[in-house]
């Protein structure tokens, strides 16, 4: 049976699709199998698994979704840096890892790991002591350590009384155990995209904290070295706000994509929830070229 067909315009209407995911290939907390099942009890008829600096998940999806008669697009979400700042690039990618991705993806393993042994430095002069093991444990699998394991430690040994303030305090941007120098750039990791026939898109650019102005510079930097898209919504946001970001992203001839960066249940983000996206001449990211046939197959042709 064919999918549902999705806009070819963004006309303030419900949507049945979230490309920004995350399972315990990262640091969510439901296998792939379980966050695609998820996504399909939610009524969602397309979904991207974009785990971070992995696609160890894909295949465990891409099984699930075949079950379950949903439409996986394979993705990743990858770190970078960007003028000192933390930038995370999801990749839509029908024909998966391949080219210089493939490599950049165990380059991204091993800088996880080097960052992971620096982070928990930092975190045990602020009290947590053995903090890469908390880290690990809370993990629960050898899968690479991220911030949000570690924002875990610190609350389970009592030095934080939540994961926002663990990350306010010590691990968000500009913080001790924000460290960006293990990343590639911005530009490269774009080329990985690229390379592998993907589609870039600059995730959850509002929440940066980035004035107008720099947030539109991150823009053209981005769009310079290729990236085709941007979060035109991630999870709830301000409805002016998403308004004024549509036109940043036209002017520079952008499409728009959507996510919930759901990680785990019981959160206020779970799978294709978030806010309404406003009637807007920015084009989906499903019509760029490259994802336009994969979204419309039939999910026997998966």
């Not at 309404?276 to 336009?292: G, I, K, S």
Request: with cysteine.
């Amino acid at each position: 049976m064919p999918m549902p067909a999705l806009p070819l315009r963004f006309e303030g209407e419900p949507l049945t699709i979230d490309l920004h995911m995350h399972s315990t290939a990262s640091d969510g907390a439901l296998p792939p199998a379980e966050v695609v099942a998820l996504c399909r009890a939610r009524g969602l008829t397309h979904m991207a698994l974009t785990d971070h600096d992995t696609m160890d998940g894909i295949v465990e999806a891409q099984a699930a979704a075949r079950r379950e008669g949903i439409r996986l697009v394979p993705g990743t979400e990858l770190s970078t840096q960007w003028r000192g700042v933390n930038i995370h690039v999801v990749g839509l990618l029908p024909e998966g890892p391949r080219g210089d991705l493939v490599a950049g993806l165990v380059a991204q393993a091993e800088a996880r790991e080097r960052r992971a042994l620096a982070i928990a430095e930092r975190m045990e002069k602020v009290g947590l002591a053995d903090a890469l093991a908390r880290a690990r444990e809370q993990a629960g699998s050898p899968r690479p350590l991220g911030r949000p394991d570690f924002a875990r430690a610190l609350v389970a040994a009592g030095l934080v009384p939540d994961m926002g303030t663990a990350f306010a305090k010590h691990l968000g941007n500009g913080k001790p155990g924000d460290i960006k120098a293990h990343w590639p750039f911005l530009s490269a990791a774009v080329g990985w995209l690229l390379d592998a026939g993907g589609v870039a898109v600059l995730a959850h650019p509002l929440r940066h904290g980035l004035t107008r102005r720099k947030r539109g510079q991150l823009l053209d930097d981005f769009a310079a070295a290729g990236g085709q898209a941007a979060e035109l919504v991630s999870g709830f946001q301000n409805a002016d706000l998403t308004r004024d970001l549509a036109r940043q992203l036209q002017d520079r001839g952008l499409y728009g994509s959507v996510g919930s960066d759901f990680h785990f249940p019981g959160g206020h983000l779970a799978p294709g929830s978030m806010g309404a996206v406003p009637r807007t001449a920015t084009p989906p990211v499903w019509t760029h070229p490259r994802l336009a046939a994969l979204v419309s197959l039939p999910a026997s042709a998966a």
